[in-house]
Every structure is written in C-alpha cells, then in structure tokens.
C-alpha cells in the first residue's frame, strides 16, 4: 500500500490525478475550444465564437485562478501538477527501469547497452509524445472524431501535422531540455516572481539552526532541479516539489533531530488559525479570494442565463418590398439560427410586434418549423407578407420570434423592420406598373 507520509508520494497521487484530468478534459468537453466549429466548451455550457466576449471572460477567471493559487501556494503547480515535471520524472524513472530489466548499470556499461537502452528510450518517448500531441490537439479539434479518423486513416494533414509538430517539440524537450525549459523559457514560471509576496508559500532551510546541518548533502542530491536549498528559498530554479524536506527528514530522524528543510507561509510562518494555516493570512489574500468568488458566480450566472437560441434577420435592402397576389406586401430576409441548445430543438417562428395587430402577417419559408441539431445553425431565405392594414407607410418595427416547441421556455426574437410602401398612391403606382409589366 501506498504511504502516504512523505510529500513524493502525496506528490504522485496528485500527479496521476490532475494528468488524468488534463488527458481527460478535452474528451468531457469541460474545457475545449473547437476551431472546426468555432466554438467553446466550457463545463456545461457551449460558448459560440460571436460570444468572444464570453470567452474573454472565462479567460480572465482562469487566470484570477491562478493568481490566487500562486499567491498563496507559490510554485505548487510546477512541482505537483504540471505535466513538464510529470514527463521529466517518468522519463528518470523509466530511464532506471529499463537498466534495472537488462542488468545495466546505473552509470557506464558497454556502448552496447547505452545504445540499446537510448534505443527503447528514443522509441518509448516517441510513442509517449504522438500521445501528448494528441492530446493537445483535442483540445481544439473533436477528439473523437480524430480517433475515429485515426482507425480510419483518413485524418487530415493538418490535424496530422499539428499532431506530429507537437509530438516533435516534445521529444525535443524530453530528450534535451528537460529542468532547462521550466528554468530558462516557462512563461508561468516567469510570471510567479511578479505574484508571490512575503507571505507566499516556500520550501524554507530554517538557517537559525544551521549549525545542525551534518552537511550530507541528501537534499541536493535528491533535487530534481540540481539546486542547494540551503543558500536561498527565493531561488527561481526551486519548484517547491518537497523532496529535499523528505530527504532532510529522513536523514535527520536517524538522529533524532526534527528536518531543517519545511514548507512555510514565507519566512516567519507563524499562522495558527485554521484559515491562516491555509494561507489565507492578510487582507490583501482575502479581497482577491472575495473578488474571484463573486466574479465566478456572476459569470456563471450569465452563461446559465443566455438564451439557447440565437436569431439574426436582415432584410433585402435592395427590393425594400414587393407587392405580391392579393395586393399583400412582401419584404425579403436572411435569418441566421442557431440551436445552442445541448438537445435537439424544433423552432417556430412568427412575427410579433408590441404596438400592431400581427394576425394577417404570414410567414413564407421552406421550413418552418425548422429541426435544428444541438449546436446547428441554418441560413434561411424568408419572406413576411401583410395586407397592410395595420401598418403606417414606410419602416415599422416589428420582431421575429423563434420558439422551441420542445421547451417553449427556450424562445428568442431580433427586431426587424418591415417596409410598407410611402403613400397610398405610391403604392397604387407601383401596383399598377407592375399589374402592367
Ligand atoms: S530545492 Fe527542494 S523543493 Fe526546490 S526543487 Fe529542489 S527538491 Fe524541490
Ligand atoms: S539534508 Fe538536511 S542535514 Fe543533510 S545537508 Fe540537507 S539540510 Fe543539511
């Protein structure tokens, strides 16, 4: 069974979970932006690309998220979350694996054996980044769909060359980069610097007791980032991972004494309460936490309030109107509607109005009620046609409304206006010469 008292195994637990979640989100659809479709997946809901503005507030959640986490827990996502550190890691261990199976040793051996062992690791590590490439490819392309391709061979270049270009890169990384990338070119990494503060959780050697160090060296040599904790806990190489406070334990309990190497809210670490035991020790920690709670539940209100249906209409702005069989006025529209409903959905739609009768107005189209898909959209030629007599000449206002006969809470309309003739003896004008034509 697996012990759960040094922060390496706490550590892994955490890794298998947040890389299957990682490997999993795209194929819940919890969070994915569908380029095929310009669309986005955001937990229930599916955002429309027109909804940008959505979409830029989502992003923002995302990163207040962020903010708040890695002002109060520092670099914890880098060394427990983040998927460069998982591979780095597998990657060591598989290293160690594949030379205990064929008895080579952990240092040295025959060319022959460096080159079979390079061998598995080259291919392994090939297979492990098409993976990855897949997977972040799913984020913006179905992934079912591409599996189903895949099985099918008939996936398209550039899904299959985004899938390759980022298996590459990762290869690259695996293979060369490794520590390098998340020290020298993470963005995130960078970005810590300018958020943590004085209070901010840190991995802290307690130099008051210095004199206690029996200097074995355990946490460098345990250190994946190659670094002496020792000198400084505000290094940019540390990611906060813990394995040098389990090194320093495990050395110094052998002799009775307590670690020298603690995770801590910054320096003093003197927070008793339950709250300031999470971190939450100062004002400023509170606001942020306050802000990003109401901001959440305001942003997921708004998405749970749109209306599933979206309709736009534009009118024919070259013919205004016609006069059609039994002096009944036409006008001509486009109309745009989309189903962002997760359901399908039957829409009817009608003309409604506030100020007017509507009952003689009728609605002339192919389809209507119209069958849309979940997530469908559909461009329609319809034409609106009156008799007149409830309308003044010139534009009028009026609305198109579409209803899903399936849940007639889900309805929506767009303003349209609807062009009568000027006068009455314009009318009768245009309604001679076309009688004559
Ligand atoms: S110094 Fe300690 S916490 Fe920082 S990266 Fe090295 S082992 Fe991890
Ligand atoms: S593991 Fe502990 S005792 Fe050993 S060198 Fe590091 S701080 Fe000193």
Not at 283 to 310: D, F, H
Not at 355 to 370: G, M, R, S, W, Y
């Amino acid at each position: 069974m697996l012990s759960l008292t040094t922060y390496r195994s706490k550590r892994r637990i955490i890794q298998v979970v947040s890389t299957i979640v990682i490997i999993l989100l795209p194929f819940l659809s919890v969070l994915r932006l569908d380029i095929p479709t310009l669309r986005i997946y955001f937990l229930n809901s599916v955002l429309w690309i027109d909804e940008f503005y959505l979409l830029f507030l989502v992003i923002m959640l995302i990163l207040w998220i962020i903010i708040i986490f890695s002002m109060l827990y520092g670099r914890v996502w880098c060394g427990w979350m983040c998927p460069q550190t998982v591979l780095n890691e597998l990657e060591r261990w598989f290293e160690k694996w594949i030379k205990r199976r064929l008895r080579i040793p952990t240092k040295g051996g025959s060319w022959f054996q460096r080159a079979v062992t390079y061998f598995i690791l080259t291919i392994s590590i090939g297979l492990v980044s098409l993976s990855i490439g897949f997977n972040l490819v799913a984020y913006f392309v179905d992934p079912y769909r591409m599996l189903f391709e895949i099985a099918r061979g008939t996936l398209g270049t550039v899904e299959a060359g985004f899938i390759i270009g980022v298996a590459i890169l990762v290869w690259i990384d695996i293979i060369f980069w490794r520590e390098k990338f998340c020290i020298k070119a993470c963005p995130y990494g960078m970005m810590q610097i300018a958020i943590t503060d004085l209070h901010t959780q840190i991995v802290r050697y307690q130099t008051e007791r210095n004199d206690e160090c029996i200097n074995c060296k355990a946490c460098i040599r345990d250190c994946m980032m190659k670094i002496d904790i020792r000198t400084s806990p505000y290094q940019t190489e540390c990611i906060h991972c813990g394995d040098c406070v389990d090194s320093c334990v495990r050395i110094l309990s052998r002799l009775n004494k307590p670690t020298l190497i603690a995770f801590s809210w910054g320096e003093k670490n003197k927070q008793n309460r339950w709250y300031e035991k999470l971190g939450f020790v100062d004002a400023k920690r509170w606001i942020v936490l306050c802000l990003t709670v109401v901001y959440a539940v305001g942003l997921m209100t708004v998405i749970e309030l749109r209306q599933p249906v979206s309709i736009t209409a534009s009118g024919d702005r070259f013919t205004l109107y016609r006069i059609g069989s039994e002096d009944r006025i036409y006008n001509d529209y486009a109309v745009k509607i989309s189903n962002r409903c997760l359901d399908e959905a039957v829409f009817n739609l009608a003309v409604t109005s506030e100020d007017v009768q509507t009952n003689d107005f009728k609605l002339h189209t192919i389809e209507n009620p119209l069958s849309l898909k979940s997530n469908q959209a559909q461009t329609l030629k319809i034409s609106i046609s009156t008799d007149g007599r409830n309308l003044h000449p010139g534009p009028n206002r009026l609305y198109l409304t579409a209803t899903n006969l399936i849940d007639k809470k889900v309805k929506t309309e767009t303003e349209i206006v609807f062009f009568m003739p000027e006068s009455n003896s314009n009318f009768m004008n245009t309604k001679s010469s076309l009688n004559k034509n």
